[in-house]
């Protein structure tokens, strides 16, 4: 079993760095292995897939030992995603489900619905550090199942501290890297978040009533979550979406140092990538309309994205 780079085989390590949450609480032991057959199960395909997502997942970059964490923990946080976005289950529902996700994490027995959060727990060894991320994330799911808005940027960006900040820690310590990284690390993921919220606005409101840009801007504009019922974006809804990629940018430019401040030379070039592929998106979406259709990047933006990424990652100058 690959453990983390530099770690010694004890799970329990001080929190000193983690400032935006606290660590999973350390106390129970995995003991019981996966069977083959709910390994073969897990290969279903989620609502969503590694390939829609607009930032590498599992990319060959990184060592195949630890793709196989990655995905592991990929496909945890879709399972738990897809809980949350089900319009057909109920709030309480939606809870259950993820709370009883979180017992898997802790070691509880798996049952049909809880075979992802077993399988991560068996791909990182029980690593309480590392399965805490993946509790973190949800935290947001939760929110999801309860609450349909964001009142403010603050808010939104609260939401991300367990939606995205997650992701990019798990990958951070997965690598053994320093404390050092983590606050463009957030920024990084949270940018990318807000990103695919904006992307995503008008399916986010007619599929679930969900709304993810702040609910003070809209009202400054006079503007109703309606607005995202329209076929195209009105002037109004285009200035709040402008201010959302403005802040967007703010975040982005917090992330810079990223790629410089990562030791692992595999993940310094996927995290250059993700930094271009989430400033070649939010200027996609500067030009494009969410509303008459999905704003992505063409096959040419990410050969550009992964051709920058992997020259910046290896220290040459695109």
């Given amino acids: 079993m690959v453990r983390?780079?530099?770690?010694?085989?004890?799970p329990i390590?001080?929190?000193h760095g983690r400032g935006i949450y606290k660590r999973f609480p350390a106390s129970h032991q995995w003991e019981v292995p996966l069977p083959r057959a709910a390994v073969v199960a897990l290969t279903s395909q989620p609502g969503k897939t590694a390939r829609e997502e607009n930032f590498p997942v599992a990319s060959l970059l990184l060592a195949a030992p630890i793709r196989d964490q990655v995905m592991a923990f990929y496909r945890f946080a879709r399972t738990a995603d897809d809980v949350a976005d089900n319009p057909h289950l109920t709030a309480d529902v939606k809870l259950t489900r993820l709370d009883a996700l979180e017992e898997a994490l802790l070691g509880a027995t798996a049952r049909p619905d809880t075979l992802s959060a077993l399988a991560?727990?068996?791909?990182?060894?029980g690593d309480e550090v590392l399965l805490g991320h993946a509790a973190q994330l949800l935290q947001a799911f939760r929110r999801d199942a309860l609450v349909?808005?964001?009142r403010d940027w603050c808010d939104l960006m609260a939401y991300c501290k367990f939606s995205a900040a997650p992701v990019g820690r798990f990958l951070l310590e997965l690598h053994g890297e320093s404390a050092?990284?983590?606050?463009?690390s957030d920024a990084l993921c949270a940018a990318l978040q807000v990103l695919n919220h904006l992307q995503d606005c008008?399916?986010?409101?007619s599929a679930l009533g969900r709304v993810y840009v702040p609910r003070d801007w809209l009202q400054m504009a006079g503007l109703g979550y309606d607005a995202f019922a329209e076929e195209t974006t009105g002037p109004q809804l285009r200035h709040v979406l402008d201010m959302a990629l403005d802040h967007v940018d703010g975040l982005i430019e917090m992330a810079c140092p990223l790629p410089s401040r990562i030791h692992d030379r595999r993940l310094r070039c996927q995290a250059a990538i993700t930094f271009a592929v989430a400033e070649r998106l939010s200027k996609r979406?500067?030009?494009?309309?969410?509303l008459a259709g999905r704003v992505k990047?063409?096959?040419l933006d990410y050969a550009g994205a992964i051709v920058v990424g992997v020259l910046q990652g290896l220290g040459i100058r695109a």
Avoid: I, T, W, Y
Avoid at 180 to 184: G, K
Avoid at 202 to 205: H, V, W
């Fill in 297 to 299: 990047l063409s096959s």
């Fill in 148 to 150: 349909d808005h964001c």
């Fill in 180 to 184: 050092e990284s983590f606050a463009s």
């Fill in 13 to 15: 390590r001080p929190s």
């Fill in 202 to 205: 008008g399916d986010d409101f």
């Fill in 120 to 125: 991560l727990r068996q791909a990182v060894d």
């Fill in 4 to 10: 983390r780079h530099g770690c010694s085989k004890s």
């Fill in 285 to 290: 979406l500067r030009h494009g309309d969410p």
